[in-house]
Structure formats: structure tokens, C-alpha cells
């Protein structure tokens, strides 16, 4: 059982920067797989970066590539999500989510935990 806590969100214009904060409970953090995603209104839930237990692999949606930036502590059972260059089209509630297998997945179905959310607005 993993529970996670996502912090970090709030208010900027844009080409500001964020960094968001997953914190997870649990002495086996290290070998889940962590997913980021987002939702924003009227819209379905979005692939936005994962990385793999060891961090040696990332992925992300393309209009996040070179301005988002995942990583991991796994001494720390955090993950982070640094976000430049924000957009108002970034404007979403940002999970985190843990799948229990050390394979990266982009589809939000195959993950097992999910934290509550954190909103990011991003002004123009």
C-alpha cells in the first residue's frame, strides 16, 4: 500500500516555473514505477512524465518535452516534477501516481495509487 501527496501547485504567469512535490509512504517506494498526470476542466486526464525505480528512465508528453523535468529520491520517497516555461494550456490539477512494477507506463489505467491533486494555474 503506497499513499501519496502531491504539493508544490499554485498561482503564475506565464514562462514562470514550479516545482511540485510527490511524497509517499511506504518502505517499498523504490520499486514502483511514478507517474505524473494532469486534468483540467472539461478535459480527460493527461500523460505527463514517469520515470522508472532506478530514475535511468523517463518519458513525457510531448508538449512538456524540454520544459518539464522528473526525477526522483528514492532515499527520500519523493518524486518531483520541475516545471519551466509554463504555458496557460499547463493550467490542470497535477497527480502523481505510483504503479507497483518497475515497467514505465504512459496510460493512467495501469497505475495502482493516486494522490489527491494539486492545482496549477498558469496566467497569460
Known amino acids: 500500500q503506497v499513499q501519496l501527496q502531491e504539493s508544490g501547485g499554485g498561482l503564475v504567469q506565464a514562462g514562470g516555473s514550479l516545482r511540485l512535490a510527490c511524497a509517499a509512504s511506504?518502505?517499498?517506494?523504490?520499486?514502483?514505477?511514478m507517474g505524473w498526470f494532469r486534468q483540467a476542466p472539461g478535459k480527460e486526464r493527461e500523460f505527463v512524465a514517469a520515470?522508472?525505480?532506478?530514475?535511468?528512465?523517463?518519458y513525457y508528453v510531448d508538449s512538456v518535452k524540454a520544459r518539464f523535468t522528473i526525477s526522483r529520491d528514492n532515499a527520500k520517497n519523493t518524486v518531483h516534477l520541475q516545471m519551466n516555461s509554463l504555458k496557460p494550456e499547463d493550467t490542470a490539477v497535477y497527480y502523481c501516481?505510483?504503479?507497483?512494477?518497475?515497467?514505465?507506463?504512459?496510460?493512467?489505467?495501469?497505475?495502482?495509487?493516486w494522490g489527491q491533486g494539486t492545482q496549477v494555474t498558469v496566467s497569460s
Open positions: 501516481a505510483a504503479r507497483d512494477s518497475h515497467l514505465v507506463t504512459t496510460d493512467y489505467y495501469e497505475y495502482d495509487y
Open positions: 511506504g518502505r517499498t517506494f523504490s520499486r514502483y514505477a
Open positions: 520515470i522508472g525505480w532506478s530514475a535511468d528512465s523517463t
